[in-house]
């Protein structure tokens, strides 16, 4: 049985991370060039932490599927970053970013990984700024701030609606200085396939090249995975089409623990698919809320123009239902209200699969050119992806997956309960707890990367100053690289009938629907029954053509398509084990007589990691308990 | 197009819904050294309120059910923010729409009947991969060149210890929206890059926190992008085809800095 140690360092939790620096084994400046570490994913954790171990004398190689690093789906963030900065005099802190980070994640997140993620936010903002990250600026040439969901304070540092890309092309051109230098290897296009571990211990990689299909073996002393997120498991989420769970699902299989899965993050508006062939779903940003107002007809048949029906048969069910928030209620509130009026029959637009987001108030009140002047881009973006102006008639929203909040478990280093092998940034499952609060994920990419992984690694690779990394001919590696070799060519001879894509959409209707903004064990456990047979078919049926030698985007998909249908699987059970409401994870059994999450503090304050037993046997819960020393868990309410 | 009045509730209220059948033209190559050619592909019942990369998603599930293989494209993010999209359309990168990346454009643009013509970026630095996916691993050599500030982990003061004047910081910002998706280079008769590297440069040229740096980084990366690339005459077929509108004007901060580069280094050279 795989026992959990979080190595939670004590005293007060302002002092644990000072204190742990301290405890850490180093690596002395001379000796750390001895040492070879595999990075995985150059989004805003993995380009970070490459380029800082690099310029800590780190000998590192850098992995990416993309075929430039700028490409990683970090760059599609588009708020901003929190930083407990206190620039606007407004009363935030350390303290106080911790506690909203707390409150906000529903106390299922680590106290201790919190407050060292809200410490590290402060010179995340100076690292970045030196870089050069255009932040937006006042007339005095300081920092901008604007405020953001979850948060009293105006704590979020950015960058038009750029942020995220601006941030990781800081980090970007930090790693290719790097690069330049000698410090960093990049490999690019380089599709990670699975991880090695030999006498327990993380040893090494193996890729498959996507433009040759050779596949081949990378050995290191430590192997860091950077990889993002699973949330494309849903087939439409606002992820990139390529982002994928495989890097962090091979290492599951490896024996790293995955750690609440169940945990997504659902965002409010988005623009709603328009029809089966939609390939993804695109975010529009939060902030519109602050001025539309949200509504569908009363009646289910009434066919008229928005504009044609009076307010009596319009219903604003969130200003009705949320008198003192109305249309600010948080993110996952706001989704799920939207379900039900949509479950209901009262959806628009063409599949009555969205609400409207209805700007005609605040038009008539302030004008037209003040509503361009805030939100003027996003109203250019809504009427290039839909035809229609936003101006003349509203918005038609609905909810989509963005962001996913569990993921490997790490130990407050940041590294798997397998030796050598770390997780970074949305791939672990560590800060956020059931449900992110905006403008988080940037920061703790960052903070993963820039100022944890250079300080805990050492930990590590201390003791082991003598040892050579295990060379790829070892028969670990050569078995690895065979079972990839078979894997994807055994797609190629399977000669069946449906596409891969397919599959992807056929396997994300059943989790959205099973496992989406609303969960209940009837629904889970069809999942549970319909995943396991859908995989079954995939694998007899799927038809991938073409060859293994050369580029082949199918095959690229195929692999990916595999495991999401595994770790579907795992999430569908997790979600069905939580009894309880939180954050992201809504159990419809377990809610107040007002509808709001109920949590069950007393028996599911933990974090479900589970532990993979093989193939045919389904994976084992081990449990790290939570405990709240500082932030008293309340009940959320919002009325 | 869009309505007057609010998309009603029922379908086809306002034109959605409508099919389109195309006439395509799609550049097929194996690979790097293999010949190509067009695939002419007669895509009934495309929906106009696909994007151009989902219709090519439709002909690509169409074409695999006739057991041919799929056409090989790059995308990634399809809501235009990572460069990693870009086909020439009818001969112009990205297609018609202006400030429009390939995966924003939207087949409600063409009209039933169209023929469309497809085919890769074409640049002898960008040399194809496949299909419509070229290699623009070029870009990522003038980065490394000096496309940065050199600022280790660690070592930055606090961030308002440097100041910023807005103008200059919203000027660094509308260089550094660049997507890195090379259209620029597509559609410029030389093949030249000036259009990216002068918004890399012009983002990082015109910030304080950039100075320490800036003739070493203004030479380093623009020879470099000369070792790969055309030569800029003025065309400005770039700023056109770019889905962000980056200004000519950075070109021209890349120009200035270059010639005072070439003056300055060479000072600096001489006084050691």
Same mark, same amino acid.
């Given at each position: 049985m795989t026992v959990l140690d979080a190595r939670v360092p004590e005293g007060p939790i302002a002092d644990k991370w000072d204190n742990h620096k301290f405890s850490v084994k180093l690596v002395n400046p001379a000796n750390k060039r001895r040492f070879k570490i595999l990075v995985v994913g150059t989004g805003l954790a993995g380009a970070s932490a490459a380029a800082s171990l690099a310029e800590l004398g780190y000998k590192v190689e850098a992995f990416t599927f993309h075929d430039s690093p700028r490409r990683a789906h970090s760059i599609a963030a588009q708020g901003g970053i929190n930083a407990a900065k206190n620039y606007r005099n407004d009363g935030d802190s350390v303290y106080?970013?911790?506690?909203?980070?707390?409150?906000?994640?529903?106390?299922?997140?680590?106290?201790?990984?919190?407050?060292?993620?809200?410490?590290?936010?402060?010179?995340?903002?100076?690292?970045?700024?030196?870089?050069?990250?255009?932040?937006?600026r006042e007339y005095g040439g300081l920092l901008a701030n604007r405020s953001f969901g979850g948060a009293q304070v105006s704590r979020t540092f950015y960058a038009r609606g750029q942020t995220g890309q601006q941030l990781l092309l800081g980090a970007y051109q930090a790693m290719a200085s790097q690069i330049a230098a000698g410090g960093v290897t990049l490999h690019n296009r380089a599709d990670v396939l699975d991880i090695v571990v030999k006498d327990g211990e993380a040893v090494g990689i193996v890729t498959r090249d996507l433009l040759t299909g050779e596949v081949r073996a990378h050995s290191g002393h430590a192997v860091v995975l950077a990889t993002g997120g699973y949330g494309n498991v849903y087939y439409l989420s606002t992820n990139a089409m390529n982002c994928n769970v495989t890097a962090a699902w091979r290492a599951h299989r490896r024996g790293a623990t995955f750690a609440n899965p169940c945990y997504t993050q659902i965002h409010p508006t988005c623009i709603p698919a328009s029809d089966e062939f939609q390939s993804k779903l695109t975010l529009m940003s939060e902030s519109l809320r602050n001025d539309g107002r949200i509504w569908v007809p009363r009646n289910m048949d009434d066919a008229r123009a928005a504009? #044609?029906? =009076?307010?009596?048969?319009?219903?604003?069910?969130?200003?009705?239902?949320?008198?003192?928030?109305?249309?600010?209620?948080?993110?996952?509130?706001?989704?799920?209200?939207?379900?039900?009026?949509? #479950?209901? =029959?009262?959806g628009v637009g063409p599949l009555r699969n969205g609400v409207y987001l209805d700007f005609a108030d605040v038009i008539a009140r302030d004008g037209e050119q003040v509503v361009r002047e805030k939100y003027g881009n996003l109203f250019d973006m809504y009427e290039r992806i839909t035809g229609e102006n936003p101006y003349r008639s509203p918005m038609r929203i609905y909810p989509a997956t963005h962001y996913t909040m569990g993921g490997l478990w790490v130990d407050y280093n940041l590294m798997t309960n397998v030796p050598g092998l770390y997780a970074l940034g949305e791939c672990n499952f560590s800060d956020h707890g059931a449900n992110r609060l905006g403008a988080s994920a940037l920061m703790q990419g960052l903070a993963d990367g820039y100022f944890v992984l250079p300080y805990t690694i050492g930990d590590y690779l201390a003791p082991k100053l003598a040892e050579a990394p295990v060379p790829t001919d070892d028969p670990a590696f050569a078995a690895a690289v065979a079972e990839v070799d078979d894997r994807t060519r055994g797609w190629l001879a399977k000669r069946g009938t449906r596409s891969v894509d397919h599959y992807h959409r056929e396997l994300g209707k059943i989790v959205w629907e099973y496992c989406g903004m609303a969960r209940n064990r009837t629904g889970l456990e069809k999942a549970l029954s319909e995943i396991p047979a859908l995989r079954e078919e995939f694998r007899a049926n799927v038809k991938v053509l073409g060859s293994a030698d050369s580029t082949n985007q199918s095959l690229e998909q195929v692999n990916r398509v595999d495991d999401f249908m595994e770790m579907a699987e795992l999430k569908v059970r997790d979600a069905l084990h939580r009894e309880e409401s939180c954050g992201g994870h809504f159990r419809e059994e377990h809610q107040t007589p007002e509808g709001e999450a109920l949590r069950d503090d007393e028996n599911f304050a933990y974090v479900a990691a589970w532990d993979w037993q093989g193939p045919d046997r389904p994976q084992e819960l081990v449990k790290e308990p939570l405990t709240f020393e500082n932030v008293k868990p309340t009940q959320r309410s919002y009325k | 197009m869009s309505t007057g009045n609010g998309s009603?509730?029922?379908?086809?209220?306002?034109?959605?819904?409508?099919?389109?059948?195309?006439?395509?033209?799609?550049?097929?190559?194996?690979?790097?050294?293999?010949?190509?050619?067009?695939?002419?592909?007669?895509?009934?019942?495309?929906?106009?309120?696909?994007?151009?990369?989902?219709?090519?998603?439709?002909?690509?599930?169409?074409?695999?059910?006739?057991?041919?293989?799929?056409?090989?494209?790059?995308?990634?993010?399809?809501?235009?923010?990572?460069?990693?999209?870009?086909?020439?359309?009818?001969?112009?990168?990205?297609?018609?729409?202006?400030?429009?990346?390939?995966?924003?454009?939207?087949?409600?643009?063409?009209?039933?009947?169209?023929?469309?013509?497809?085919?890769?970026?074409?640049?002898?630095?960008?040399?194809?991969?496949?299909?419509?996916?070229?290699?623009?691993?070029?870009?990522?050599?003038?980065?490394?060149?000096?496309?940065?500030?050199?600022?280790?982990?660690?070592?930055?003061?606090?961030?308002?210890?440097?100041?910023?004047?807005?103008d200059v910081a919203d000027f660094a910002m509308d260089a550094a929206a660049c997507i890195g998706c090379g259209a620029c280079v597509a559609a410029c008769p030389n093949s030249a890059a000036q259009l990216f590297t002068a918004a890399k440069l012009g983002h990082l040229n015109v910030l304080p926190q950039g100075q320490p740096e800036r003739w070493r980084r203004a030479e380093a990366m623009v020879e470099t992008m000369e070792s790969f690339f055309g030569s800029c005459t003025n065309h400005g077929e770039c700023t056109e085809a770019c889905p962000k509108e980056i200004s000519l004007d950075f070109i021209a901060v890349l120009n200035r800095d270059y010639l005072k580069a070439k003056v300055k280094n060479r000072r600096l050279a001489s006084q050691t």
């Open positions: 106080r970013l911790f506690y909203d980070t707390v409150k906000g994640g529903d106390y299922r997140s680590r106290e201790a990984n919190v407050y060292r993620l809200s410490q590290v936010s402060l010179n995340i903002i100076d690292q970045c700024a030196a870089q050069g990250v255009p932040f937006a504009a #044609d029906i =009076g307010d009596a048969d319009r219903y604003y069910f969130l200003e009705e239902k949320y008198p003192a928030f109305g249309n600010l209620v948080p993110r996952d509130v706001a989704s799920r209200n939207a379900k039900t009026v949509v #479950d209901q =029959g009262l | 009603g509730r029922g379908a086809a209220g306002n034109g959605h819904g409508a099919r389109l059948r195309l006439k395509l033209r799609i550049w097929r190559q194996a690979g790097p050294d293999e010949p190509g050619g067009f695939l002419d592909v007669d895509a009934h019942d495309i929906p106009e309120d696909c994007s151009f990369l989902e219709m090519l998603d439709i002909v690509n599930e169409r074409l695999i059910d006739d057991d041919i293989e799929p056409i090989t494209f790059a995308h990634d993010c399809r809501e235009g923010i990572c460069g990693t999209c870009g086909v020439m359309i009818n001969g112009r990168p990205h297609g018609p729409e202006s400030a429009t990346a390939t995966c924003q454009l939207h087949m409600r643009k063409f009209r039933d009947g169209d023929e469309i013509v497809i085919e890769p970026f074409r640049a002898a630095s960008f040399p194809v991969v496949k299909d419509l996916m070229v290699d623009r691993r070029a870009f990522d050599r003038i980065i490394e060149s000096g496309g940065y500030i050199s600022a280790p982990t660690g070592t930055a003061p606090d961030a308002n210890e440097i100041p910023v004047p807005k």
